[in-house]
């Protein structure tokens, strides 16, 4: 599976959009990439996927540059709650998940 | 969705003991995983659990150490024995159900 690179930490005013950018550089044309996030003391929720396609859901948006090197996960009104740790993957379908490091989001009032 | 129970939420057990961990899906999952996330850490893969299958274990994980059961489809143990302070982490269960993975709320394994 490729990995990923994510910015260690990140702040977001609540209200705001945040937008989560993740490379992943050698990811290969079947690998999907996967969005999860890890709020304190809870397992990993799952947020979006997809493989070229932007992708919306209730939660939040995925953007994937044309190339598919890197992508960006897209809360579209940050509340306190989604402070977390947010985790891009890439894997090929129905394969196990492997995390890397995640970005830690603050939400801020 | 599948919901992922998992017993216990935390325990404290001493040095040279065992600890085993359940984990009960509510639908039935061929693919099942253990993860353990040490303090202020990533998640780390144990094994892939299959039912009707031994488990697979990622490098630096041995059966000795992780035994592993998987007797039916919705439900699989972890066992971490001998136990040591460095095993002190939180140990999840994780099951792929319909394409996706799901994960429970973990267990918080602390050693003295």
């Known amino acids: 599976d490729a990995k990923t690179t994510q910015p260690t930490s990140m702040d977001c005013a609540e209200g705001r959009a945040a937008n989560l950018p993740c490379n992943h550089s050698?990811?290969?044309?079947?690998?999907?990439v996967y969005w999860y996030r890890q709020i304190h003391s809870q397992g990993p929720q799952y947020i979006i996927h997809?493989?070229?396609n932007n992708e919306t859901n209730e939660m939040a948006s995925l953007i994937i540059t044309e190339d598919r090197k890197s992508s960006t996960l897209i809360l579209p009104h940050a509340t306190l709650r989604d402070t977390a740790v947010y985790y891009c993957?890439?894997?090929?379908?129905?394969?196990?998940?492997?995390f890397g490091a995640g970005t830690r989001l603050t939400v801020k009032p | 969705s599948a919901v992922i129970s998992q017993k216990p939420s935390r325990d404290i057990c001493q040095r040279g003991t065992s600890l085993t961990i359940q984990c009960q899906v509510d639908?039935?999952?061929?693919?099942m995983f253990w993860y353990r996330q040490q303090p202020g850490q990533s998640l780390t893969l144990i094994a892939t659990?299959?039912?009707?299958?031994?488990?697979?274990?990622e490098s630096g994980f041995v059966i000795d150490k992780f035994p592993i059961s998987r007797p039916n489809l919705t439900f699989s143990t972890l066992t971490v024995s001998n136990l040591s302070p460095e095993d002190s982490s939180i140990y999840l269960c994780?099951?792929?159900?319909?394409?996706?993975?799901?994960f429970g709320p973990g267990t918080r394994l602390t050693v003295t």
């Open positions: 994780s099951a792929q159900y319909r394409g996706e993975q799901y």
């Open positions: 050698t990811i290969s044309g079947n690998e999907y």
């Open positions: 997809g493989l070229k």
């Open positions: 993957i890439v894997k090929y379908n129905n394969n196990d998940m492997r």
């Open positions: 639908s039935q999952v061929t693919m």
């Open positions: 659990a299959n039912q009707g299958s031994e488990a697979t274990y």
